[in-house]
């Protein structure tokens, strides 16, 4: 198990204490299926909160953002 864990956008490694993750951040898993070219390959990258910051200001839809109140 590798318990350190790294932005996919800008190399920078999390903040970590004890295995916990100090910070949150943006984790992506995708599984790609027959109609893709990436068929039954499953892609997974983490992107820390500024990185992800950036990456939705590209975004011409901006992300649906619903509070919530449990977690
Ligand atoms: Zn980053």
Redesign the pocket.
């Known amino acids: 198990m590798n318990n350190k864990v790294f932005?996919?956008?800008?190399?920078?490694q999390l903040h970590m204490k004890n295995d916990i993750l100090l910070e949150d951040a943006f984790e992506a898993k995708k599984q790609w299926g027959y109609f893709s070219k990436k068929d039954a390959t499953l892609h997974s990258f983490v992107?820390?909160?500024?990185?992800?910051d950036e990456m939705i200001k590209q975004f011409i839809i901006p992300p649906e953002v619903t509070n919530v109140t449990e977690l």
């Not at 992107?47 to 992800?52: G, M, R, V, W």
Request: hydrophobic share 15%.
């Open positions: 932005c996919n956008v800008c190399g920078r992107i820390c909160e500024e990185c992800y």
